[in-house]
Structures are given as C-alpha cells and as structure tokens.
C-alpha cells in the first residue's frame, strides 16, 4: 500500500527559507516519479517539482532557482527545499507519487498524495 506522510513547513517571513519532507512507504523511490504540488484553497493544484527515477529534476517556473527537490533512497524520503520565500508561495503542500512525472505538474489529481503540510509566508 502507497503511503506518503509530509513533514516540515510552518511559517517564515517573505525571503525566508523553509524545507519539507515526506517518508513514503509501500513502494521503492527509485522505480518511480515522486515530487510535490501545492493548493491553496478555492485553486487549482499546482505543480511544483518532481524527481524521476533518474534523478532527473523539473521545476516549475514559479520555483525555479528557488526550490530544490531532493531524495534519500536509503531513507525512503522526499524532501524539497524552499529559499527566497514569497507570500505566493503560500499553500498547503503535498508530496505526490506517479509512474510519470508529467501528471505530478500537470495533472497532480491523479497522482497518490500524502494529507499535506502547511506552508505560510507572510509579507
């Protein structure tokens, strides 16, 4: 049985940093693609990034060079990275499995997700 649990988040001022992890259980990192959405209430889910089975990273442009995804195989664990933090940036955040990493950015409602973890960035 897939499971994704988040962890991390919080609050932080604008420009500040915060990271988030999510341990997933049930199926091995390496044979699949993994990443992170986010949603903000009355939105849309939004892509945020993913990591394929090779390591391969993608971001959304909204993140890039602001964000860093990154996976402990070892650890079983997820984590993404979150510097030059904006009030946009603002959403609940969810750690999402898929065989294809274009459905975690595109299509994240088709993904498995975990029960998410609360980012919040005030001006």
């Known amino acids: 049985q897939v499971q994704l649990v988040e962890s991390g988040g919080g609050s932080v001022q604008a420009g500040g940093s915060l990271s988030v992890s999510c341990r997933v259980s049930?199926?091995?990192?390496?044979?699949?693609?993994t990443g992170w959405f986010r949603q903000v209430p009355g939105k849309e889910r939004e892509g945020v990034a993913a990591i394929d089975a090779d390591g391969h990273k993608t971001y959304a442009d909204s993140v890039k060079g602001r964000f860093t995804i990154s996976e402990d195989n070892a650890n079983k664990t997820l984590s993404l990275q979150m510097n030059s933090l904006k009030p946009e940036d603002t959403a609940m955040y969810y750690c999402?499995?898929?065989?294809?990493?274009?459905?975690?950015?595109?299509?994240?409602?088709?993904?498995?997700w975990g029960q998410g973890t609360q980012v919040t960035v005030s001006s």
């Open positions: 999402a499995a898929h065989n294809a990493c274009w459905y975690i950015l595109h299509r994240p409602h088709l993904t498995e």
């Open positions: 049930g199926f091995t990192l390496s044979g699949y693609c």
